[in-house]
Every structure is written in structure tokens, then in C-alpha cells.
Nanobody
Framework: QVQLVESGGGLVQAGGSLRLSCAVS????????MGWYRQAPGKQRDLVAT???????NYADSVKGRFTISRDNAKNTVYLQMNSLKPEDTAVYYC?????????WGQGTQVTVAS
């Protein structure tokens, strides 16, 4: 059974930084895409950033230059370093794993940026 466990959310002042982590447990193929999505109240869940097992990345325009995604393939862990946070970054952040035609989600972690 594949499980994703996120950590690292919290409350931060505008301009501050947070680092999210997501550890994947269970048996998965080594070729996969891991990433982060977010959902603000009353809005749809949107892509933040993804990274393939080969190192390819994709970022939402709104976070380019501020957020950095990375991963440790040996640990099946993906990270999201968030700098220069803005109040509009406030959302529940979800870890996502895409592998073998399946998508898995974490439980979500709240990020709140105070102005």
C-alpha cells in the first residue's frame, strides 16, 4: 500500500520561508513523478511544482523564482523549499505521486502566510 506523509507546514509572515517534505512508503516503480499541489478555500486544486525521477521540473508561473522542488530518490522523498512567501500562497499543500498510471495523494498540510 502506497502512503504519502507530508510535514513542514505552518504559519509564517510574508517574506518568510518554509520547507515542506513528503515521504512515500510502499513499493513503487523507480520511474515516477512527484510533486506538490495546493488548494485555497473555495478554489480548485492547482499545480505548484513537479519533478520526475530523471530530474525534470515543472513550476506554476506564480511560484517560479521563489519555490524550489527537489527529491531524494533513495529515500522516496520530495521537498518544496518556499521562499519569499506571499499571503496568496496560503493554502493546503498536497503531495502527489504519479506512477504506473496511478495518482496518489497525501493528507495535506496547511500553509498560512500572514501579511
Amino acid at each position: 500500500q502506497v502512503q504519502l506523509v507530508e510535514s513542514g507546514g505552518g504559519l509564517v509572515q510574508a517574506g518568510g520561508s518554509l520547507r515542506l517534505s513528503c515521504a512515500v512508503s510502499g513499493r513503487i516503480f523507480s520511474i515516477n513523478t512527484m510533486g506538490w499541489y495546493r488548494q485555497a478555500p473555495g478554489k480548485q486544486r492547482d499545480l505548484v511544482a513537479t519533478m520526475t525521477s530523471g530530474g525534470g521540473t515543472n513550476y506554476a508561473d506564480s511560484v517560479k523564482g521563489r519555490f524550489t522542488i527537489s527529491r531524494d530518490n533513495a529515500k522516496n522523498t520530495v521537498y518544496l523549499q518556499m521562499n519569499s512567501l506571499k499571503p496568496e500562497d496560503t493554502a493546503v499543500y498536497y503531495c502527489n505521486l504519479q506512477v504506473g498510471g496511478y495518482r496518489y495523494w497525501g493528507q495535506g498540510t496547511q500553509v498560512t502566510v500572514a501579511s
